[in-house]
């Protein structure tokens, strides 16, 4: 490297490169030259916590929206479904996927126009199972993201209590291909997400297990 001699042991103090000086020696004003701190990890202290020399990358799931502008805005759905359930039983059924894979979920869909969440969530409980219910109780909201033709979507899903009135499960075929009841305790193993599961977890403790 120019300018750069490979060190010898000569016992020679090491020099300034911008005075000439002794790295050790005092200013020109005969006060002691400071030498920066270092905390934890190299940061040089500065009065507020430690940075990491590694520059931490922004997830894209839940990060806020900052400058840069890398990510682009997120779209939002919204969807509700329900819990209908049956001595001990939920309804669950096995959507079609794009990937071919089998999975259980809850019933659950998006409203039509003009629709209030508990109507959809009772309609689509109704088109994909052929089971009639009748909703209870509200038991919350489950949020997540996921992309779609490189879009990031934040999705909300609402979903109600509900009980059996009539009818017995039946797949619609088009976008569900097996409507079935599964054991409550089973339901909280065997369905594919966990906002399913906590909202059957919320099921059992409203309707002591079930029954």
Same mark, same amino acid.
């Given at each position: ?15 300034? =490169? ?61 969807? %509700? ?8 039983? %939920? ?15 809850? =019933? ?53 209590? %509900? ?19 599964? =054991? ?21 403790a409203r309707t002591s297990g079930g029954r």
């Open positions: 490297m120019a300018g750069r001699r490979r060190g010898r042991r000569s016992g020679r103090a090491a020099k300034d =490169p911008a005075s000439g000086r002794p790295a050790d020696a005092p200013a020109a004003d005969g006060s002691a030259k400071q030498q920066p701190q270092q905390g934890t990890g190299g940061a040089q202290a500065s009065g507020g916590p430690a940075r990491s020399g590694r520059r931490r990358r922004r997830g894209g799931r839940g990060g806020r929206g900052g400058g840069g502008g890398s990510l682009p805005p997120a779209e939002k759905e919204f969807s %509700c479904g329900g819990v209908v359930v049956r001595d001990g039983s %939920c309804l669950v059924i096995n959507p079609v996927r794009p990937d071919g894979r089998t999975i259980a979920t809850l =019933p659950k869909g998006h409203p039509e126009e003009g629709e209030d969440p508990p109507t959809a969530a009772l309609r689509e409980i109704w088109e994909e199972t052929s089971v009639s219910a009748s909703i209870t109780a509200r038991l919350g909201e489950v949020v997540y993201w996921y992309q779609r033709e490189g879009k990031r979507i934040r999705k909300t899903v609402r979903m109600y209590l %509900c009980a059996h009135v009539e009818g017995e499960p039946i797949a619609d075929g088009f976008e569900v291909t097996r409507a079935y009841w599964m =054991p409550l305790e089973q339901a909280l193993d065997e369905l594919a997400f966990p906002g399913d599961r906590e909202m059957v977890a919320q099921a059992m």
